[in-house]
């Protein structure tokens, strides 16, 4: 299989498909990758590096998109990128469509195989290819809650752990999962009073034993968040729904009564946000006030760090691009069923449930067309 790896062209996101350590492991097993100039240039993985590791750089984005059979990007592709997709090719990168209609029209129309890594699943119950992007989101959000209380961001003028004879700030973080709980190691870490709000009493047993008491946990009700919101300095929202539009948990009049120069982090932004004044930014311009609260809502968090993202990325993703290119992509999604809970849209098609829901299209049935492994075309050929 040829593989094909673009530079992102998304604002601000620095992160590569591929590093040229995962390049060399396609080689090894008998793969073409050809690889745009300077992809991955501005994380220190230069040319040479894909050269030395067996990869074809090409001049442009546009021969990467004609040429290859499978695309492995990070994020979601944007218009251009879209337009350039072909029904006989395989697109394996980030796609979060349910809060983007227009990139979901794109994709149908170009008729392309969509994998989504945020909806492929584990024996676990987990998303282990969203899973390290998360860590590195719910770590970041401390930090960049931390900088937005700062007076000159327009936030409270609070330090977040304080110092003696001074309280710590007052976090409030919303869903206890993988990014909610990097949140919170961030967060106590840092000396700040920490609650995590969750709906799974189970997973707030846990948080409970992990931090042995330097954390309050509370179930998560409209009432609870209310009253937690109100009196944070800072939120962070890390509520996920696997493929689906994230639920909006921070009412619009609850910012009104929060504390003047209070911020969010809205974690959840990819998906939609879990917050009704959410709006997604980039790092470029990465806040935005309403009623006196700071909002970060960057839909890319982890690009700011892109070399350790992207180096994450690939530990997860890595084994899964070797078994699509190894085994083509209908019998690999056959065989394996958590990949296959990765396949978004196929010819057309909009074919996770979730994401069809809340975009108001026709859902059709994955197995449709993996067929036992055997592909859409198998009965026709």
């Known amino acids: 299989m040829l593989l094909g790896v673009p530079k992102e062209i998304k604002t601000n996101e ?3 498909g591929l590093t040229p350590t995962s390049v060399r492991e396609v080689v090894e097993h008998g793969h073409q990758v ?6 991955g240039a501005n994380i220190d993985f230069y040319d040479d590096d894909y050269r030395t590791a067996g990869a074809e750089i090409v001049d442009d984005a546009a021969t990467v998109f004609a040429r290859a059979d499978m695309i492995v990007k990070v994020k979601e592709p944007q218009p251009s990128e879209t337009r350039q997709l072909r029904p006989d090719q395989v697109l394996f990168t980030f796609l979060h469509l349910a ?5 979901t ?5 170009s008729g392309c195989t969509a994998i989504a890594y945020e909806t492929v699943t584990s024996d676990r119950g987990g ?3 969203l899973a390290p992007m998360s860590e590195v989101a719910g770590r970041m959000a401390v930090q960049a809650g931390a900088r937005c209380l700062e007076k000159i961001m327009g936030g409270r003028g609070l330090l977040l ?7 710590p700030a007052k976090v409030t973080v919303l869903g206890g999962g993988v990014a909610g709980n990097n949140a919170t190691r961030m967060a106590t870490g840092m000396g700040a009073d920490v609650t995590v709000l969750d709906k799974s009493l189970p ?3 846990q948080l409970d034993d992990q931090y042995m008491g330097r954390i309050r946990t509370l179930y998560s009700t409209v009432e609870s968040v209310e009253q937690c919101v109100l009196e944070a300095d800072l939120v962070i929202g890390t509520v996920l729904l696997p493929g689906a539009a994230a639920p909006k948990l921070v009412k619009r009049e609850m910012i009104k009564h929060m504390k003047p120069g209070a911020v969010i982090v809205d974690v959840s932004v990819d998906q939609g946000g879990c917050c009704e004044t959410t709006k997604a930014t980039t790092h470029s311009d990465p806040t935005y006030i309403v009623d006196d609260v700071v909002h970060y809502c960057v839909a890319n968090m982890p690009g700011a760090v892109a070399r350790t993202s992207t180096i994450a990325l690939n530990n997860a993703t890595l084994p899964f691009v070797v078994k ?6 209908w019998p690999a999604l056959g065989e394996d069923r958590h990949l296959a809970n990765g396949l978004n849209v196929c010819r057309g098609q909009v074919t996770y449930e979730a994401a069809a829901r809340d975009l108001g299209r026709e859902y059709t049935d994955p197995q449709r067309f993996i067929n036992n492994g055997k592909g859409p075309d198998a009965e026709a050929a």
Do not use: H, S
């Open 14 to 16: 620095n992160r590569v």
């Open 34 to 39: 050809i690889v745009e100039t300077q992809a």
């Open 99 to 103: 809060p983007d209609p227009e990139q």
């Open 105 to 109: 029209t794109g994709l149908q129309e």
């Open 127 to 129: 998303l282990p290819l």
């Open 161 to 167: 752990g304080g110092v003696p004879g001074v309280g």
């Open 203 to 205: 997973r707030l047993a």
């Open 324 to 329: 699509l290119a190894n085994k083509g992509v």
